[in-house]
């Protein structure tokens, strides 16, 4: 009878040290994955900064025409355009 409860009592510490095995993978796997979402919030932290003071840049209608007019090639009504080229070094 002694011999009984002793295997049901290794087979339970048993069943218990494999469950406490699998939360501990579990656990891992999860802290893994925590710390590439917290890389990936500091990235977007600094993307979201980034964005934040372009926007206060294209707030200024100054900063907003000089841009238009350097990417675009933008000219006011009544403007003359010139385009400066660099000199052909060949």
């Known amino acids: 009878m002694k011999i009984i409860g002793g ?4 087979l339970v510490c048993g069943a218990v040290s494999y469950q406490f095995f699998h939360i501990y993978q579990q656990n ?5 994955n925590l710390s590439k979402l917290y890389q990936e919030v500091d990235v977007l932290t600094k993307e979201n900064k980034a964005l934040q003071a372009d926007l206060e840049y294209f707030a ?3 900063n907003l025409e000089k841009e238009i007019r350097a990417r675009f090639n933008y000219k006011a009504p009544g403007e003359n355009m010139i385009i400066v080229t660099p000199p052909n070094t060949h």
């Open 28 to 32: 891992q796997g999860l802290n893994t």
């Open 7 to 10: 295997i049901i009592i290794l």
């Open 60 to 62: 200024n209608t100054d």
